[in-house]
């Protein structure tokens, strides 16, 4: 996919009941990452950016319901990963999250999330026609319904995400509960982060194309989620 200078893409976080949207809009022409929160509750979105590249905004922000915050992408090559964070609290000092909590910080500053969370993956600037590419991850697991949808691109560039809520559905062997055993379901692990075994994790022997197959559990997300990586 190709993008003119003048361009605007979103990304939506989104479910049926609950809807929770991030915005790419560009009035200058530079990259504008806006995240638009229309779920009824807050959520903490944070920021990884891949190996090489700079960190945006901290790498994470507090976004109460139905209000955005805009962030400037680099002009340059970027790649990283955007997701949510739910149900997180300062006890004293310390803060922490029920789901995608990044080593206990309001601003994840390059750390990754703790799975399971829907990730938005992204890469901007790449090639010789500025090509961006972006997709919906839930290898990693659910806990927000996400979509991304750009605007003014050239090309194929269709929206693609999760709008569902999953949580509602999720299967009870996957079922992320904070507290733990008895609390409410905050997340849908993975089948790999359920169990553990190379063959679910798609490593070691399963770490190659003809070994690596999807699971009752993977199709459990595509079929819920078609538009995603699973």
Not at 3 to 18: H, T, V
């Amino acid at each position: 996919i190709s993008f003119p200078p003048a361009m605007a893409r979103s990304l939506f976080l989104c479910s049926l009941l609950i809807l929770a949207a991030t915005t790419f809009s560009s009035p200058t022409g530079a990259l504008i990452l806006t995240l638009v929160n229309n779920c009824n509750y807050t959520v903490w979105p944070a920021i990884q950016p891949n190996a090489g590249h700079p960190v945006l905004a901290g790498g994470g922000l507090t976004l109460r319901t139905l209000t955005h915050q805009s962030i400037p992408v680099p002009d340059a090559h970027w790649s990283g990963r955007v997701w949510a964070r739910t149900g997180c609290a300062y006890s004293g000092t310390a803060f922490s999250c029920a789901s995608g909590d990044c080593g206990g910080r309001l601003q994840c500053n390059g750390a990754g999330g703790a799975p399971p969370a829907t990730l938005a993956q992204l890469e901007v600037h790449h090639g010789s026609n500025d090509y961006a590419s972006y997709g919906v991850s839930l290898v990693d697991g659910f806990n927000v319904p996400m979509t991304f949808t750009p605007h003014e691109g050239k090309g194929v560039c269709p929206v693609v995400g999760c709008r569902n809520d999953l949580l509602a559905t999720c299967p009870r062997v996957l079922q992320h509960r904070v507290p733990a055993g008895h609390g409410p379901v905050v997340a849908c692990k993975s089948g790999c982060e359920a169990f553990h075994t190379d063959e679910l994790c798609c490593r070691n022997h399963f770490n190659n194309p003809n070994t690596c197959k999807g699971s009752i559990y993977s199709s459990f997300f595509k079929h819920a989620c078609p538009a995603t990586f699973t």
